[in-house]
């Protein structure tokens, strides 16, 4: 689905006259909430140089959305959150240069791989209306009751964004759920 069709059905769940761009600012922020609840894993590779510290990583990667760092068979601690001694292997990620630093350095060619969560990279805009939600395509209906509670919510109707939200957000938590579950098979 694209934000145009999400508009349209919405629209047909709460008739309104709310601006179109108001709907694409409601819209963006549903996008960006859908990955504050549900973390999908996505992993980045990135070949390791003998004593080289600093590796550039994908402009989608943030530290609080990375949770696993292994440089060949050895796992390294984020230098930020985790408890480190000093034999331990950390690391530690700069979100202004997408820059993973490792400390120590690798001491041998090796292959690197980072997991982290995905986040919404799209901006929708007005005029752009056939743009796609970054939500995998089996989610994109959830945006439809979403944003029908935004509008119902700008038309103080609390119980109609009420029973909106409720089923947006437990399609979400189902959904978090399933991910959750995934990683630990």
Avoid at 162 to 177: I, L, M, P, R
Wanted: with cysteine; aromatic share 12%; hydrophobic share 40%.
């Amino acid at each position: 689905m694209n934000i145009s069709e999400i508009i349209a059905e919405a629209d047909l769940l709460v008739p309104n006259d709310a601006p179109q761009a108001d709907k694409v600012v409601w819209l963006n922020a549903i996008n960006q909430d859908f990955f504050n609840v549900v973390k999908i894993p996505k992993i980045a590779r990135f070949a390791c140089v003998v004593a080289q510290s600093d590796y550039a990583l994908p402009a989608d990667v943030r530290s609080k959305n990375i949770d696993l760092v292994l440089i060949g068979m050895s796992s390294y601690k984020n230098l930020n959150r985790d408890d480190i001694t000093p034999a331990q292997n950390a690391y530690s990620f700069a979100d202004d240069t997408k820059t993973l630093s490792l400390y120590p350095a690798p001491y041998t060619n090796l292959q690197g791989f980072l997991r982290y969560r995905r986040i919404a990279t799209t901006n929708f805009t007005a005029g752009n209306l056939g743009a796609v939600p970054d939500a995998p395509d089996e989610y994109h209906w959830t945006y439809i009751p979403a944003l029908a509670a935004f509008i119902a919510n700008s038309q103080d109707d609390s119980v109609k964004a009420g029973n909106y939200e409720a089923q947006y957000k437990g399609a979400w938590n189902v959904a978090s759920q399933n991910y959750q579950a995934g990683e630990r098979k």
